[in-house]
């Protein structure tokens, strides 16, 4: 029995701490009021949901609003550096936050409504902490954009997430917040 315990340990040890298995999301807002859960897909994207792990274990994502919407396409969010409610909302989605970019995990998983991917510059290797949510299927960004979960309950609260202007959907007044986000393994 001792060596049982002894080798499910050094298995543990080899294999590294537990990465995120779920993402809790509290909405506030003019649009959406209520939680969210996303399935973290640390199967297809290792790298990418355990940097959101660590983000949100920090509470870096804490207070940081919906900065890009576009119906019928997406809601975008997760600039921890310039995104945070009472900010300069003109530069919210140009930044990231101190870790380094990730190199891309892209899959075969494609964009259905519902999923969760990390939002880029142009280089493929260039996400960092910004993500955003499908409310519809967008099957030109497979294969482009690394696919990080899918929302598993509050898709109503995703749907009523205040809606953004013009080409780029920049949401202008007050946005959206995720005002608590929390991560489970």
């Not at 990390?118 to 030109?140: K, L, T, V």
């Amino acid at each position: 029995m001792r060596k049982l315990a002894l080798s499910a340990a050094l298995a543990a040890l080899v294999a590294g701490p537990a990465l995120a298995t779920e993402l809790t999301i509290e909405i506030a807002g003019e649009g959406a009021n209520g939680t969210v859960v996303i399935d973290m897909a640390d199967d297809v994207a290792p790298n990418h949901v355990a940097q959101i792990a660590k983000l949100a274990k920090e509470g870096a994502y804490d207070g940081v609003v919906f900065h890009r919407v576009i119906d019928g396409f997406m809601a975008q969010t997760g600039d921890v550096q310039f995104g945070k409610l009472g900010g300069d909302m003109r530069r919210a989605g140009t930044g990231g936050s101190e870790l380094p970019d990730l190199k891309a995990e892209f899959s075969d998983k494609p964009f259905d409504r519902g999923v969760v991917g990390m939002a880029r510059a142009q280089s493929p290797d260039s996400a960092n902490s910004q993500f955003f949510i499908m409310f519809e299927p967008g099957y030109f960004l497979n294969g482009q954009y690394t696919v990080v979960g899918h929302v598993t309950k509050g898709m109503d609260v995703v749907d009523q997430i205040k809606r953004g202007t013009g080409p780029n959907g920049a949401v202008i007044g007050k946005p959206d917040v995720m005002t608590k986000v929390t991560v489970s393994e």
